[in-house]
């Protein structure tokens, strides 16, 4: 572990500026953004009308969403890079490579692949079940209490926007959880009797982008869950047999 926290400081100016690069992209991008955003019927359902309050809202709002892109892409270069220097990680607290695993993983472009096959899954999972289920939900629950169905646009987006970050973060869960595991930052057996902890972090984290139903608790966590037990499962079945001679 030692060794692990000494490399990420060792890129930490590495991974500022990745951060300040993505976040320079991110900000004319995330106009672009909203205006689909408002655009797109989908997103917005026909009962509900969208204010702005402030004049400074959409330069607010730009400025989180760049925030957004520029720590998406700084988590896409974080897994990179652990991939490509797990090998020097584990040379350094010279602990033998029982799996000849950081030969394979030295290859940069499969992890690309798969890091970015888990990204669009999360996209898909967002845009096809999580975001029309819960906004549906909120504006049915407003109706229903008699409220005005009127949404503030950085709150809409906001809204939006965290619910597609959460799930590309969390769809990567897989391939963290096996590298971790494999350059010996975090022991199987250390994710297995923390299980419950896990599971609570999962749905806390559920609860505070979500509405407090357990529906809503489910869609957004409940994915993290079964990738992470998924992610068990695979270690188990391809990394914990000794090669045959």
């Known amino acids: 572990m030692r060794e692990f926290i000494q490399h990420l400081q060792n890129r930490s100016y590495a991974f500022m500026i990745i951060f300040i690069v993505g976040f320079l992209i991110g ?3 995330s106009e672009e953004i909203i205006e689909l955003l408002l655009s797109s019927e989908g997103y917005k359902p026909s009962n509900v009308e969208i204010i702005i309050l402030q004049p400074m809202e959409v ?48 290859r940069i472009i499969p992890i690309i692949i798969i890091s970015l096959f888990l990204a669009m899954a999360g996209i898909i999972y967002s845009h096809e079940i999580l975001i ?3 906004l549906d939900y909120l504006s049915r629950d407003a109706t229903s209490s008699g409220l005005s169905s009127t949404w503030r646009l950085k709150s809409w987006i906001t809204f939006i926007t965290g619910l597609y970050f959460s799930s590309i973060i969390g769809f990567q869960i897989p391939l963290v959880t096996i590298l971790l595991i494999r350059v010996k930052f975090v022991k199987r057996e250390t994710i297995l009797e923390n299980r ?17 139903d357990p529906l809503s ?18 270690d188990k079945i391809v990394f914990s047999k000794k090669p045959s001679n």
């Open 217 to 234: 608790l489910f869609l957004v966590g409940g994915p993290m869950l079964i990738l992470l037990e998924i992610s068990l499962v695979l």
């Open 132 to 134: 029309p289920m819960l």
């Open 196 to 212: 419950r902890v896990l599971w609570f972090a999962a749905l806390l984290f559920g609860a505070l982008i979500s509405p407090p």
């Open 27 to 29: 900000y004319p991008i």
């Open 59 to 106: 330069i607010l709002l730009q400025l989180q969403m760049g925030t957004q892109i520029g720590f998406l892409l700084l988590i896409f270069i974080f897994i990179i890079d652990i991939a490509a220097n797990s090998h020097k990680i584990i040379k350094r607290t010279k602990i033998r490579n029982k799996y000849n695993f950081d030969w394979k993983i030295g």
